[in-house]
């Protein structure tokens, strides 16, 4: 038998060790540094305590709340002031202690982890503070390498600190807290020049979707003062009369607000018809915004159940978002427009999960079965009420991230799909000026050589059916694709292109012309002769407008791959634009074209009627059904002629 005790209450215990209460000490303040990954971490845990302090004063104070942010990347140090509470004697003799909170029920953090963060995180921290009977000025200095040395000789202490303010806005303030962090090679962040954000304006940016500056859930009034010193020693400076989440659409020009958006819709479809043009005004937009509450979330987005609409109103969630035009935007922003480190990701497509008024942990993947290339498009901010965030603000419980997630799905599975004819299209079907000038350019040149130096060869004696191809084996390269396809082309398995050239140093892989006749009956559909063949109407209108054969004038372009893999990778990364390319040759479809399109058999019945020449296999349609592309995959067209039924049974795995 045992005494009852208290497990809490150690200290009356027979280990009185220091070093075993030390070594406690030191476990505690690690697991709070491992649970702070993000680069904008300190900004964060400096900004929404200064956040709070304001607007804890305001509950008894009438006053302009104030906060000062300054980041000096010339000596690699920010401070974070404020006009708040500040603290008081006993407040900031112990605030730096792991789980030490001041914070009430309501305000943001209050898990007493952030100042620890903030002390021990960094081999220096300054912190001043007054209050209306309690003025100090100390520092600390080597605290994290301290943590970091099993054999330190003592514990890093707070020493007082003569000589005026580092910011000289707090000297003008009556009551608060400024708090300064020195970063070195050892700390996270190293460098404050790191992500590249060159003025004072950029880094507000930054701070607007990084931190408690960037509130979801309601804004503060206070006046947010920042300055920045670059590398060279320049100065900027800008400020701001509220807090408020700043989503990527704010900074394209032409964006229109959705719900504005389909009641343009609805109007023009009710006066023009549901196939009328769609008016200048959203036409070709830039991005398409939301700005919604849990009524309106409940209301308009369909496929919820009974279970999230109550999870949605318990939560009172609100959700930011922005349909962006195309996938290039977040590279655009990085490298042109605002000038900063792509790899920072102060903008970037996915969910941002809020919590406490402010985002909280590193952008979510969008959970897309089809269509993926739209996660790339959508910026999506959600916050929750009453949602307890794990150490760090990294860790949400998994029935928050899954709603979450569901909503941000179905907000592009169903609500995208209504406007997206809406917006600016430059990754998959529009293309530059420059580019269609050099496609364009390109064309001429094989004609031009089409002319100069024309090949033909026609004998009797050649080319007489052996009944099966010279190639052995399955290709494994792209290489192999093209001798394969060339060689079925010659063999007359596919009738209807006539290869005009191939060029390895251009975009685009080769140039063809369409063929039909003049022997139309090769060109005709039949089950057993010709299964790759056109229907009789088609062929019958060809022959009738051109009873000696038709080849086309226009030049098409023509790529090759081994799957549709690399078409896919090449229009996600803009290298090449999916309205220049009429054929894709391929040998097998890959699993990556359901990003982008939907993929159509026409070796399954009553195919032939909508293929427009001999030998297509499939076409690529977008999500709206319209045609992007023809596509020949070999070893589909390979299975149908070796056994017609199986292969058509497999075709339909594309369908699902």
């Known amino acids: 038998m045992f005494v009852n005790f208290d497990p809490l209450n150690i200290n009356d215990t027979a280990s009185q060790d220091e070093s075993v209460i030390l070594k406690r000490t030191k476990r505690s303040i690690h697991s709070i540094l491992h649970s702070y990954v993000g680069w904008y971490d300190p900004f964060a845990e400096l900004v929404q305590n200064a956040l709070d302090a304001v607007e804890k004063r305001a509950l008894k104070d009438d006053f302009q709340k104030q906060i000062s942010i300054i980041i000096n990347e010339q000596e690699n140090w920010i401070t974070v002031s404020d006009n708040g509470v500040g603290l008081d004697e006993s407040a900031f003799h112990k605030f730096l202690a792991p789980h030490e909170s001041f914070k ?54 707070v020493f007082p600190v003569d000589g005026p303010h580092i910011d000289k806005l707090f000297e003008n303030f009556s009551s608060g807290v ?28 930054a ?48 964006v229109v607000d959705y719900d504005e958006l389909i009641a343009l819709i609805d109007k023009n479809v009710k006066k023009n018809g549901a196939s009328a043009r769609l008016p200048t005004k959203i036409r070709n ?3 398409v915004s939301i700005s919604w509450g849990s009524d309106d979330i409940v209301s308009k987005i369909d496929g919820l159940d009974e279970n999230d609409i109550a999870f949605c109103k318990k939560h009172d969630i609100n959700i930011v978002a922005s349909f962006m035009s195309g996938a290039k935007i977040w590279k655009r922003f990085a490298e042109k427009q605002f000038g900063y480190r792509a790899t920072a990701k102060v903008y970037e497509s996915g969910l941002q999960m809020a919590a406490d008024n402010m985002p909280q942990g590193d952008m979510l993947q969008i959970p897309l079965v089809r269509y993926t290339g739209r996660q790339n498009q959508v910026h ?3 916050h929750f009420k009453d949602c307890v965030v794990d150490l760090g603000r990294k860790g949400f419980d998994k029935s928050f991230v899954d709603f979450a997630k569901k909503i941000s799905r179905l907000l592009l599975e169903k609500n995208f799909t209504r406007i997206r004819d809406c917006l600016r299209n430059d990754d998959n079907k529009s293309k530059s000026l420059i580019k269609s000038d050099k496609v364009d350019g390109w064309k001429k040149q094989l004609e031009q050589h089409e ?74 559909h039949d089950n057993e002769a010709n299964p790759l063949g056109v229907s009789d109407e088609l062929s019958a209108d060809f022959e009738e407008d051109h009873p000696n054969g038709f080849l086309s004038k226009k030049l098409k372009v023509l790529e090759y791959k081994y799957s549709l893999d ?16 009429d054929l894709v040759v391929a040998w097998e479809a890959g699993e990556d074209y359901v990003q982008l ?48 039924n199986a292969e058509a049974k497999r075709q339909e795995e594309y369908e699902s």
């Open 380 to 382: 999506v901010a959600m």
């Open 104 to 157: 009430e029920k309501g305000e943001r953090g209050s898990k007493g982890v952030g100042a620890t963060f903030l002390a021990y995180g960094f081999n220096y921290i300054r912190i001043d503070t007054k209050t209306k009977h309690f003025q100090a000025c100390g520092e600390m200095e080597d605290a994290r390498n301290w943590l970091h040395n099993d054999n330190a000789s003592s514990n890093p202490e």
């Open 285 to 287: 937009l830039d991005a």
């Open 207 to 254: 701070l607007s979707v990084k931190t408690a500056i960037g509130s979801l859930a309601k804004n503060t009034d206070v006046k947010i003062s920042i300055k920045h010193i670059g590398k060279n020693g320049n100065e900027t400076a800008t400020s701001a009369t509220e807090t408020g989440y700043m989503p990527p659409h704010l900074h394209v020009k032409k």
């Open 566 to 581: 690399g078409l896919i990778a090449d229009l996600t990364t803009g290298d090449k634009q999916a309205s220049d390319i």
């Open 451 to 524: 002319a100069d130096a024309p090949l033909l060869l026609k004998n009797v004696n050649f080319f007489v059916p052996v009944n099966e191809i010279s190639i052995s084996a399955e290709p494994s390269r792209e290489q192999d694709v093209i001798a394969l396809f060339n060689q079925l082309i010659a063999g007359g398995v596919v009738r209807g292109i006539k290869v005009v050239g191939t060029n390895e140093m251009s975009t685009y892989d080769g140039a063809y012309r369409v063929r039909v006749g003049p022997d139309y009956e090769n060109h005709v």
């Open 178 to 205: 400024s708090i300064t962090i020195y970063f070195d090679e050892s700390t996270k962040p190293s460098k404050l020049s790191w992500p590249g954000l060159k003025s004072a304006e950029i880094w507000h940016m």
């Open 597 to 644: 399109f939907g993929l159509n058999s026409l070796l399954i019945d009553e195919g032939s009627f909508d293929r427009e020449y001999h030998g297509i296999t499939h076409t690529l349609s977008d999500e709206h059904g319209n045609h992007v592309m023809d596509v020949i995959l070999l070893r589909d067209l390979i299975g149908f002629l070796n056994d017609p």
